[in-house]
Protein backbone atom coordinates (compact mmCIF):
# COMPACT_ATOMS: atom_id res chain seq x y z
CA UNK A 1 0.00 0.00 0.00
CA UNK A 2 1.19 2.95 -1.09
CA UNK A 3 1.61 6.42 1.53
CA UNK A 4 1.50 9.89 -0.06
CA UNK A 5 2.91 12.78 2.03
CA UNK A 6 0.08 16.46 1.83
CA UNK A 7 -2.18 17.66 -1.50
CA UNK A 8 -2.11 14.66 -4.31
CA UNK A 9 -2.50 15.20 -7.69
CA UNK A 10 -4.37 13.83 -10.87
CA UNK A 11 -0.66 12.23 -11.57
CA UNK A 12 -0.20 10.64 -7.55
CA UNK A 13 -0.62 6.76 -8.40
CA UNK A 14 1.58 4.41 -7.69
CA UNK A 15 -0.01 2.35 -10.72
CA UNK A 16 -0.96 4.31 -13.59
CA UNK A 17 -3.88 1.34 -13.85
CA UNK A 18 -5.70 3.54 -11.05
CA UNK A 19 -6.72 6.62 -13.75
CA UNK A 20 -9.54 4.86 -16.07
CA UNK A 21 -8.80 8.47 -18.09
CA UNK A 22 -11.43 9.25 -20.86
CA UNK A 23 -11.81 7.97 -23.83
CA UNK A 24 -13.64 8.76 -26.53
CA UNK A 25 -15.74 5.66 -27.77
CA UNK A 26 -15.42 5.81 -31.43
CA UNK A 27 -13.08 5.61 -33.89
CA UNK A 28 -12.39 9.09 -36.12
CA UNK A 29 -12.60 8.04 -39.72
CA UNK A 30 -10.65 10.32 -42.28
CA UNK A 31 -11.34 9.71 -45.82
CA UNK A 32 -10.27 11.68 -49.11
CA UNK A 33 -12.82 14.43 -50.23
CA UNK A 34 -14.49 13.98 -53.48
CA UNK A 35 -18.09 15.31 -54.56
CA UNK A 36 -19.07 11.53 -54.85
CA UNK A 37 -18.83 8.39 -52.88
CA UNK A 38 -15.30 5.89 -52.93
CA UNK A 39 -17.61 3.65 -54.76
CA UNK A 40 -19.45 6.10 -57.18
CA UNK A 41 -19.16 4.01 -60.38
CA UNK A 42 -20.42 0.90 -58.77
CA UNK A 43 -23.06 2.96 -57.45
CA UNK A 44 -24.05 4.89 -60.69
CA UNK A 45 -24.59 1.63 -63.00
CA UNK A 46 -27.73 -0.49 -63.98
CA UNK A 47 -27.28 -3.75 -63.52
CA UNK A 48 -28.65 -7.14 -64.73
CA UNK A 49 -27.93 -10.95 -63.80
CA UNK A 50 -25.32 -13.15 -66.34
CA UNK A 51 -25.55 -16.94 -67.10
CA UNK A 52 -21.71 -17.18 -67.92
CA UNK A 53 -18.97 -15.33 -66.58
CA UNK A 54 -17.62 -14.50 -70.08
CA UNK A 55 -20.41 -12.25 -71.53
CA UNK A 56 -21.36 -10.92 -75.11
CA UNK A 57 -23.22 -7.64 -76.51
CA UNK A 58 -23.12 -6.58 -79.81
CA UNK A 59 -22.12 -2.81 -81.10
CA UNK A 60 -23.08 -1.34 -84.96
CA UNK A 61 -21.91 2.43 -85.84
CA UNK A 62 -22.44 4.03 -88.96
CA UNK A 63 -20.56 2.86 -91.54
CA UNK A 64 -18.17 4.90 -93.61
CA UNK A 65 -18.80 4.37 -96.89
CA UNK A 66 -15.56 5.73 -98.22
CA UNK A 67 -11.81 4.08 -98.79
CA UNK A 68 -8.62 5.63 -99.21
CA UNK A 69 -7.38 5.65 -102.77
CA UNK A 70 -3.77 4.96 -103.80
CA UNK A 71 -3.98 5.72 -107.51
CA UNK A 72 -5.98 6.82 -110.48
CA UNK A 73 -5.88 5.03 -113.86
CA UNK A 74 -7.40 6.72 -116.76
CA UNK A 75 -7.65 3.08 -118.77
CA UNK A 76 -7.88 -0.49 -117.55
CA UNK A 77 -4.10 -0.93 -119.14
CA UNK A 78 -3.19 1.39 -115.79
CA UNK A 79 -2.10 4.20 -117.32
CA UNK A 80 -1.73 6.67 -114.71
CA UNK A 81 -4.28 9.41 -115.03
CA UNK A 82 -2.80 13.26 -115.73
CA UNK A 83 -5.80 15.61 -115.66
CA UNK A 84 -8.31 17.12 -117.97
CA UNK A 85 -11.07 14.42 -117.35
CA UNK A 86 -14.96 15.42 -118.69
CA UNK A 87 -17.58 14.55 -118.29
CA UNK A 88 -18.94 10.97 -119.44
CA UNK A 89 -15.11 9.85 -119.21
CA UNK A 90 -14.56 6.55 -117.13
CA UNK A 91 -11.55 6.53 -114.37
CA UNK A 92 -10.19 3.70 -113.07
CA UNK A 93 -9.85 4.14 -108.94
CA UNK A 94 -7.33 1.52 -106.87
CA UNK A 95 -8.30 1.00 -103.45
CA UNK A 96 -7.90 -1.43 -100.72
CA UNK A 97 -10.50 -4.31 -100.16
CA UNK A 98 -11.23 -3.88 -96.62
CA UNK A 99 -13.64 -5.11 -93.68
CA UNK A 100 -14.99 -1.62 -94.43
CA UNK A 101 -14.07 0.26 -98.00
CA UNK A 102 -14.14 -0.96 -101.85
CA UNK A 103 -16.37 -3.79 -100.21
CA UNK A 104 -19.15 -0.88 -99.40
CA UNK A 105 -18.97 0.21 -102.87
CA UNK A 106 -21.95 -1.08 -105.64
CA UNK A 107 -22.94 -0.03 -109.43
CA UNK A 108 -25.02 3.25 -109.29
CA UNK A 109 -23.37 4.73 -106.08
CA UNK A 110 -22.98 8.35 -106.58
CA UNK A 111 -19.20 8.74 -105.10
CA UNK A 112 -17.10 12.17 -104.42
CA UNK A 113 -13.53 11.78 -105.29
CA UNK A 114 -11.48 14.16 -103.33
CA UNK A 115 -8.03 15.46 -102.53
CA UNK A 116 -7.78 15.26 -98.24
CA UNK A 117 -5.89 18.62 -98.72
CA UNK A 118 -7.20 20.52 -101.38
CA UNK A 119 -11.47 20.26 -101.09
CA UNK A 120 -11.63 22.21 -104.53
CA UNK A 121 -10.78 19.38 -106.37
CA UNK A 122 -13.82 17.37 -105.41
CA UNK A 123 -15.48 15.93 -108.28
CA UNK A 124 -18.97 13.76 -108.38
CA UNK A 125 -19.05 10.58 -110.59
CA UNK A 126 -21.14 7.28 -110.57
CA UNK A 127 -19.41 3.99 -109.97
CA UNK A 128 -19.66 1.57 -112.88
CA UNK A 129 -18.20 -1.42 -111.27
CA UNK A 130 -16.55 -3.02 -108.61
CA UNK A 131 -13.24 -5.34 -109.01
CA UNK A 132 -12.37 -7.04 -105.17
CA UNK A 133 -8.60 -7.87 -105.49
CA UNK A 134 -6.95 -6.85 -102.10
CA UNK A 135 -4.72 -4.02 -102.27
CA UNK A 136 -5.45 -3.82 -106.00
CA UNK A 137 -9.11 -3.42 -106.11
CA UNK A 138 -10.72 -1.10 -108.53
CA UNK A 139 -13.62 1.11 -108.76
CA UNK A 140 -14.71 2.33 -112.37
CA UNK A 141 -16.13 5.35 -112.25
CA UNK A 142 -17.88 7.70 -114.74
CA UNK A 143 -17.30 11.42 -114.13
CA UNK A 144 -20.23 13.22 -113.76
CA UNK A 145 -18.03 16.56 -114.19
CA UNK A 146 -15.48 17.45 -115.62
CA UNK A 147 -11.69 17.34 -113.78
CA UNK A 148 -11.65 21.43 -114.66
CA UNK A 149 -9.26 22.07 -111.50
CA UNK A 150 -5.62 23.86 -112.68
CA UNK A 151 -2.25 21.16 -113.35
CA UNK A 152 -1.04 19.91 -110.02
CA UNK A 153 -4.53 20.27 -108.60
CA UNK A 154 -6.59 17.83 -109.94
CA UNK A 155 -8.06 14.52 -109.78
CA UNK A 156 -4.12 12.80 -109.56
CA UNK A 157 -4.07 13.92 -106.61
CA UNK A 158 -7.18 12.28 -105.68
CA UNK A 159 -6.46 9.99 -102.25
CA UNK A 160 -10.20 9.55 -100.93
CA UNK A 161 -12.96 8.10 -102.28
CA UNK A 162 -16.47 8.80 -100.63
CA UNK A 163 -20.15 7.71 -100.94
CA UNK A 164 -22.51 10.05 -101.45
CA UNK A 165 -25.53 8.64 -102.78
CA UNK A 166 -27.04 6.65 -105.29
CA UNK A 167 -27.96 7.08 -109.15
CA UNK A 168 -31.17 4.78 -110.79
CA UNK A 169 -32.65 5.64 -113.94
CA UNK A 170 -36.29 4.75 -114.16
CA UNK A 171 -38.05 1.77 -114.68
CA UNK A 172 -34.67 0.07 -113.44
CA UNK A 173 -34.21 -3.09 -111.85
CA UNK A 174 -33.85 -3.19 -107.46
CA UNK A 175 -29.74 -2.66 -107.12
CA UNK A 176 -27.14 -5.03 -105.12
CA UNK A 177 -27.88 -4.93 -101.73
CA UNK A 178 -25.24 -4.51 -98.98
CA UNK A 179 -25.63 -5.18 -95.26
CA UNK A 180 -23.19 -4.95 -92.06
CA UNK A 181 -22.61 -7.29 -89.19
CA UNK A 182 -22.58 -5.94 -85.70
CA UNK A 183 -19.08 -5.95 -83.88
CA UNK A 184 -19.19 -8.11 -81.12
CA UNK A 185 -17.36 -7.07 -77.81
CA UNK A 186 -17.06 -9.46 -74.65
CA UNK A 187 -15.78 -9.23 -70.98
CA UNK A 188 -15.54 -11.46 -68.05
CA UNK A 189 -17.06 -11.86 -64.78
CA UNK A 190 -14.21 -11.17 -61.67
CA UNK A 191 -14.87 -12.72 -58.46
CA UNK A 192 -14.51 -10.69 -55.70
CA UNK A 193 -14.00 -11.91 -51.93
CA UNK A 194 -13.01 -10.30 -48.92
CA UNK A 195 -12.89 -11.88 -45.79
CA UNK A 196 -12.50 -11.23 -41.79
CA UNK A 197 -11.04 -13.12 -39.71
CA UNK A 198 -11.35 -13.50 -35.49
CA UNK A 199 -10.32 -15.60 -32.43
CA UNK A 200 -13.43 -16.34 -30.26
CA UNK A 201 -11.95 -14.62 -27.53
CA UNK A 202 -11.27 -11.85 -29.93
CA UNK A 203 -14.45 -11.36 -30.11
CA UNK A 204 -15.62 -11.42 -26.69
CA UNK A 205 -12.94 -8.72 -25.68
CA UNK A 206 -14.61 -5.30 -24.69
CA UNK A 207 -12.56 -2.51 -26.93
CA UNK A 208 -12.71 1.37 -26.50
CA UNK A 209 -13.90 2.43 -29.71
CA UNK A 210 -18.09 1.48 -29.05
CA UNK A 211 -19.02 -1.23 -31.30
CA UNK A 212 -17.71 -4.56 -30.93
CA UNK A 213 -14.62 -6.04 -32.70
CA UNK A 214 -17.09 -8.28 -34.50
CA UNK A 215 -19.17 -5.25 -36.01
CA UNK A 216 -16.03 -2.94 -36.95
CA UNK A 217 -14.33 -5.62 -38.91
CA UNK A 218 -17.08 -6.36 -40.89
CA UNK A 219 -17.92 -2.81 -41.22
CA UNK A 220 -14.10 -2.47 -42.68
CA UNK A 221 -14.45 -5.55 -44.89
CA UNK A 222 -17.51 -4.59 -46.56
CA UNK A 223 -15.99 -0.91 -47.05
CA UNK A 224 -12.74 -3.06 -48.29
CA UNK A 225 -14.76 -4.87 -50.43
CA UNK A 226 -16.40 -2.24 -52.11
CA UNK A 227 -13.39 -0.04 -52.57
CA UNK A 228 -11.52 -2.73 -54.45
CA UNK A 229 -14.47 -3.34 -56.93
CA UNK A 230 -14.65 0.19 -57.74
CA UNK A 231 -10.81 0.19 -58.45
CA UNK A 232 -11.06 -3.05 -60.75
CA UNK A 233 -14.07 -1.06 -62.37
CA UNK A 234 -11.64 1.77 -63.56
CA UNK A 235 -8.51 0.31 -63.84
CA UNK A 236 -8.62 -3.21 -64.14
CA UNK A 237 -7.92 -5.04 -67.38
CA UNK A 238 -9.50 -8.42 -68.79
CA UNK A 239 -7.69 -11.77 -68.64
CA UNK A 240 -8.05 -15.37 -68.57
CA UNK A 241 -5.88 -18.00 -66.70
CA UNK A 242 -5.95 -20.88 -64.81
CA UNK A 243 -5.24 -20.23 -60.72
CA UNK A 244 -3.21 -21.71 -58.01
CA UNK A 245 -6.17 -24.33 -58.00
CA UNK A 246 -6.51 -25.12 -61.19
CA UNK A 247 -9.55 -23.86 -61.37
CA UNK A 248 -10.32 -20.53 -63.70
CA UNK A 249 -9.31 -17.27 -62.86
CA UNK A 250 -10.61 -14.16 -64.61
CA UNK A 251 -10.81 -10.26 -64.41
CA UNK A 252 -13.24 -8.12 -66.01
CA UNK A 253 -12.05 -5.17 -68.36
CA UNK A 254 -12.06 -1.51 -66.07
CA UNK A 255 -13.55 1.65 -68.11
CA UNK A 256 -9.97 3.13 -68.43
CA UNK A 257 -9.13 -0.34 -70.71
CA UNK A 258 -11.84 0.16 -73.04
CA UNK A 259 -10.49 3.70 -73.87
CA UNK A 260 -8.93 3.24 -77.37
CA UNK A 261 -5.29 4.29 -77.54
CA UNK A 262 -6.49 6.87 -80.27
CA UNK A 263 -8.62 8.59 -77.31
CA UNK A 264 -5.75 8.65 -74.92
CA UNK A 265 -3.09 11.62 -74.10
CA UNK A 266 -1.09 13.23 -71.52
CA UNK A 267 -0.16 16.45 -72.09
CA UNK A 268 3.76 15.93 -70.85
CA UNK A 269 4.05 14.03 -73.78
CA UNK A 270 1.99 15.14 -76.25
CA UNK A 271 3.96 15.77 -79.26
CA UNK A 272 2.09 18.92 -80.26
CA UNK A 273 2.45 20.65 -77.15
CA UNK A 274 6.66 20.22 -76.56
CA UNK A 275 8.14 22.56 -75.26
CA UNK A 276 4.59 25.19 -73.79
CA UNK A 277 4.01 25.45 -70.14
CA UNK A 278 0.91 24.54 -68.85
CA UNK A 279 -0.36 28.16 -69.43
CA UNK A 280 0.77 28.62 -72.68
CA UNK A 281 -1.03 25.47 -74.37
CA UNK A 282 -3.41 23.75 -71.40
CA UNK A 283 -6.13 25.22 -73.20
CA UNK A 284 -5.55 24.18 -76.61
CA UNK A 285 -4.66 20.65 -75.75
CA UNK A 286 -7.78 20.37 -73.71
CA UNK A 287 -10.04 21.63 -77.01
CA UNK A 288 -7.57 19.28 -78.96
CA UNK A 289 -8.77 16.16 -77.33
CA UNK A 290 -12.67 17.02 -76.39
CA UNK A 291 -13.50 17.52 -80.40
CA UNK A 292 -12.42 13.83 -80.46
CA UNK A 293 -13.99 13.08 -77.91
CA UNK A 294 -17.08 14.46 -78.32
CA UNK A 295 -17.69 12.85 -82.60
CA UNK A 296 -20.14 10.07 -81.09
CA UNK A 297 -22.40 9.61 -78.83
CA UNK A 298 -24.40 12.09 -76.78
CA UNK A 299 -23.50 15.93 -76.01
CA UNK A 300 -22.89 15.04 -72.33
CA UNK A 301 -20.25 13.35 -70.39
CA UNK A 302 -19.39 12.53 -66.97
CA UNK A 303 -15.90 13.28 -65.68
CA UNK A 304 -13.97 11.71 -63.08
CA UNK A 305 -10.72 13.71 -62.19
CA UNK A 306 -8.33 14.14 -58.55
CA UNK A 307 -8.47 17.24 -56.96
CA UNK A 308 -5.06 18.19 -59.04
CA UNK A 309 -7.08 18.28 -61.96
CA UNK A 310 -9.68 20.70 -60.68
CA UNK A 311 -6.68 22.78 -59.50
CA UNK A 312 -5.16 22.51 -63.17
CA UNK A 313 -7.89 23.65 -64.51
CA UNK A 314 -9.00 26.65 -61.89
CA UNK A 315 -5.26 28.04 -61.95
CA UNK A 316 -5.98 28.16 -66.11
CA UNK A 317 -9.31 30.21 -65.85
CA UNK A 318 -7.74 32.35 -63.44
CA UNK A 319 -5.10 33.63 -66.26
CA UNK A 320 -6.75 32.40 -68.96
CA UNK A 321 -10.78 33.11 -68.64
CA UNK A 322 -11.64 30.46 -71.56
CA UNK A 323 -13.32 27.79 -70.05
CA UNK A 324 -17.37 28.06 -68.72
CA UNK A 325 -17.78 26.40 -65.49
CA UNK A 326 -21.21 26.07 -63.73
CA UNK A 327 -21.92 25.21 -60.33
CA UNK A 328 -25.06 22.66 -60.17
CA UNK A 329 -26.80 20.29 -57.92
CA UNK A 330 -27.64 16.80 -59.29
CA UNK A 331 -30.04 14.26 -57.22
CA UNK A 332 -29.54 13.29 -53.99
CA UNK A 333 -27.48 16.80 -53.18
CA UNK A 334 -24.51 16.07 -55.11
CA UNK A 335 -23.26 19.21 -56.30
CA UNK A 336 -20.92 19.05 -59.11
CA UNK A 337 -19.15 21.42 -61.68
CA UNK A 338 -20.72 21.66 -65.25
CA UNK A 339 -18.08 21.97 -67.99
CA UNK A 340 -19.67 23.82 -71.28
CA UNK A 341 -17.38 23.33 -73.85
CA UNK A 342 -17.88 23.91 -77.95
CA UNK A 343 -18.56 20.18 -78.36
CA UNK A 344 -20.67 19.28 -75.14
CA UNK A 345 -20.98 19.81 -71.56
CA UNK A 346 -19.46 18.09 -68.94
CA UNK A 347 -20.24 17.20 -65.31
CA UNK A 348 -17.35 17.01 -62.96
CA UNK A 349 -17.26 14.87 -59.77
CA UNK A 350 -14.21 14.69 -57.81
CA UNK A 351 -13.22 11.04 -57.37
CA UNK A 352 -11.65 10.43 -53.99
CA UNK A 353 -9.73 7.21 -55.62
CA UNK A 354 -8.52 9.53 -58.15
CA UNK A 355 -7.52 12.20 -55.60
CA UNK A 356 -5.90 9.54 -53.12
CA UNK A 357 -3.61 8.45 -55.30
CA UNK A 358 -0.78 10.94 -56.52
CA UNK A 359 -0.85 9.15 -59.70
CA UNK A 360 -4.11 9.63 -60.52
CA UNK A 361 -4.55 12.75 -59.15
CA UNK A 362 -3.85 14.59 -62.50
CA UNK A 363 -6.17 13.21 -64.84
CA UNK A 364 -9.84 12.73 -65.93
CA UNK A 365 -11.84 9.95 -67.44
CA UNK A 366 -14.67 11.00 -69.46
CA UNK A 367 -17.55 8.30 -70.23
CA UNK A 368 -21.03 8.59 -70.60
CA UNK A 369 -23.07 6.44 -67.99
CA UNK A 370 -25.38 5.46 -70.34
CA UNK A 371 -22.95 3.14 -72.06
CA UNK A 372 -21.81 1.16 -68.55
CA UNK A 373 -23.60 -1.68 -67.37
CA UNK A 374 -22.57 -3.95 -64.42
CA UNK A 375 -23.55 -7.73 -64.44
CA UNK A 376 -23.43 -9.99 -62.10
CA UNK A 377 -23.25 -13.77 -62.00
CA UNK A 378 -23.59 -13.05 -57.85
CA UNK A 379 -24.09 -9.95 -56.56
CA UNK A 380 -22.85 -8.78 -53.39
CA UNK A 381 -23.73 -11.27 -50.19
CA UNK A 382 -22.22 -12.33 -46.87
CA UNK A 383 -20.99 -15.33 -46.48
CA UNK A 384 -21.40 -16.21 -42.57
CA UNK A 385 -19.82 -19.30 -40.46
CA UNK A 386 -21.84 -20.75 -38.19
CA UNK A 387 -18.92 -23.36 -36.95
CA UNK A 388 -18.36 -21.60 -34.23
CA UNK A 389 -20.41 -23.59 -31.92
CA UNK A 390 -21.30 -26.30 -33.69
CA UNK A 391 -18.12 -27.24 -35.45
CA UNK A 392 -16.14 -30.59 -35.75
CA UNK A 393 -12.43 -31.97 -33.91
CA UNK A 394 -10.68 -29.78 -37.46
CA UNK A 395 -12.50 -26.44 -37.01
CA UNK A 396 -10.87 -23.46 -35.84
CA UNK A 397 -11.56 -21.68 -32.53
CA UNK A 398 -13.05 -18.52 -34.21
CA UNK A 399 -14.55 -17.47 -37.49
CA UNK A 400 -13.78 -16.40 -41.11
CA UNK A 401 -16.70 -14.86 -42.96
CA UNK A 402 -16.49 -12.85 -45.90
CA UNK A 403 -18.27 -11.14 -48.44
CA UNK A 404 -18.40 -12.16 -52.01
CA UNK A 405 -19.58 -10.45 -55.71
CA UNK A 406 -18.93 -11.95 -59.22
CA UNK A 407 -19.80 -9.39 -61.81
CA UNK A 408 -18.16 -7.29 -64.38
CA UNK A 409 -18.27 -4.31 -67.00
CA UNK A 410 -20.21 -4.16 -69.96
CA UNK A 411 -18.80 -0.94 -71.81
CA UNK A 412 -20.81 -0.13 -74.56
CA UNK A 413 -19.09 2.25 -77.54
CA UNK A 414 -15.49 2.73 -76.59
CA UNK A 415 -14.97 5.63 -78.70
CA UNK A 416 -17.15 8.09 -76.88
CA UNK A 417 -14.50 7.36 -73.69
CA UNK A 418 -11.58 9.28 -73.14
CA UNK A 419 -8.55 9.63 -70.73
CA UNK A 420 -6.53 12.91 -69.91
CA UNK A 421 -3.69 12.98 -67.86
CA UNK A 422 -1.01 15.59 -67.16
CA UNK A 423 -3.11 18.59 -65.94
CA UNK A 424 -0.99 21.27 -64.47
CA UNK A 425 1.99 19.99 -65.49
CA UNK A 426 4.40 21.43 -68.50
CA UNK A 427 4.75 19.13 -71.88
Known amino acids: MQAFLNMRSSASHADSDFRPKSWREKILRMYPNGSVSLTALTALMPSSMVTDPQFHWFEKGLPPQAATVTAVKSDQAGTDYVNGGVAGQVLYITATEETTGVSEFRQGHQVLLRDSSNLTVDVNAKVLSVTKNGTTSTIAVKLLEADDNGVGNDLSDCDRILIIGNINPEGSQMPDSIAYDPDKKYNYTQIFRTSLSLTRTRMRTKVRYGSSAYQEAKRDCLERHGIEMEKAFLWG ?24 SENRSDYRTDSDFDGFTWMQAGGEWLNKWLEVCFRYGSKNRTAY ?15 RGQFQFTPKTVSYGIKITEWVTPFGSIDMYIHPLFSFEPSNRYSMLLFDPANIKYNYIDDTYFQADSSLKEGSWVNIDGIKEGFLTECGLEVHHASTLMLLNGFGYDS
Open 237 to 260: IMTEFTGENGQPERTTGGVCSFVP
Open 305 to 319: VGSGTMLALNKYVEQ
